[in-house]
């Protein structure tokens, strides 16, 4: 059975950047530091960020990831709470006008279903490393609030509940941004966090992540 777990006082301590206001939730658990190899989980979360330009033969398992986290998602997910609900994907570290722009949570929040809208309702103006590329710098939470912009689809637009979306969570640093926007622009919507999988750490530093 696919269920969403929440992050509690048992496991928030991993994820530095939230608090314990925030309500978010999770379906798997992803090995930091570990290949596709270690796990179904740190496979399927390959897959999905395989670049939108990688080879043809590749880029199938890019589509059956994004395919199977929108299933799970729809399963994992109250239909009653998701009806009428907007699901906001967390723009990817790209700028759209970038190569290697890829909109892979808005797909995968798209084939959740129709009870819901799907609005890129903030958007990334430039672009940075991705985080999970070694070596590349990693953004902190006003970097990217420089950076994102609110795009609402019309002035009257008003949700009452969202929901932010995202593959992995880590620190939260890029939830903690999303929020922050959106709690300004909507201050009385109920806004959530979906993850496809929380970050944990091997065995033999901190502990087991895997299904």
Same mark, same amino acid.
């Given at each position: 059975m696919?269920?969403?777990?929440?992050?509690d =006082?048992s496991n928030?301590?991993?994820?530095?950047r939230?608090?314990?206001?925030d309500?978010?939730y999770f379906?798997y =658990?992803? *090995?930091s530091g @570990?290949?596709? /190899?270690?796990?179904?989980?740190?496979?399927l979360?390959s897959?999905l @960020?395989k670049?939108?330009?990688c080879?043809?033969?590749?880029?199938?398992?890019?589509?059956?990831?994004?395919?199977?986290? $929108?299933? $799970?998602?729809?399963?994992?997910?109250n239909?009653?709470?998701?009806?009428g609900?907007v699901l906001?994907p967390?723009?990817? /570290?790209?700028?759209i006008d970038h190569a =290697?722009f890829?909109n892979r949570m808005?797909?995968v929040c798209?084939?959740i279903g129709?009870?819901?809208?799907?609005?890129e309702?903030?958007?990334?103006?430039t672009?940075?490393d991705?985080?999970?590329v070694?070596?590349?710098?990693?953004?902190d939470?006003?970097?990217?609030?420089a950076?994102y912009?609110?795009?609402? %689809?019309d %002035?009257?637009? /008003? %949700? *009452? @509940?969202?929901a932010?979306v995202?593959?992995v969570? *880590?620190a939260?640093t890029h939830?903690r941004?999303?929020h922050?926007?959106?709690s300004q622009?909507? %201050?009385?919507?109920?806004?959530?966090g979906?993850?496809i999988a929380?970050?944990?750490?091997?065995p033999d530093q901190?502990?087991?992540?895997?299904?």
């Amino acid at each position: 059975m696919i269920r969403l777990t929440r992050i509690d =006082e048992s496991n928030i301590g991993d994820h530095v950047r939230l608090n314990a206001n925030d309500e978010c939730y999770f379906l798997y =658990e992803y *090995t930091s530091g @570990k290949n596709y /190899s270690y796990s179904k989980t740190n496979q399927l979360i390959s897959n999905l @960020k395989k670049s939108p330009n990688c080879p043809a033969a590749q880029r199938r398992y890019k589509v059956q990831a994004i395919n199977q986290c $929108a299933a $799970a998602l729809r399963l994992g997910l109250n239909a009653g709470w998701l009806q009428g609900a907007v699901l906001v994907p967390i723009p990817g /570290s790209k700028a759209i006008d970038h190569a =290697e722009f890829d909109n892979r949570m808005t797909l995968v929040c798209q084939r959740i279903g129709a009870t819901h809208d799907t609005i890129e309702l903030v958007t990334q103006q430039t672009s940075t490393d991705a985080a999970h590329v070694a070596g590349g710098h990693r953004v902190d939470v006003n970097d990217l609030l420089a950076i994102y912009e609110i795009n609402p %689809p019309d %002035p009257s637009f /008003s %949700p *009452t @509940k969202i929901a932010i979306v995202d593959d992995v969570l *880590t620190a939260g640093t890029h939830y903690r941004a999303m929020h922050t926007i959106l709690s300004q622009h909507y %201050p009385t919507a109920q806004i959530i966090g979906v993850f496809i999988a929380r970050r944990v750490f091997p065995p033999d530093q901190t502990g087991l992540g895997f299904i």
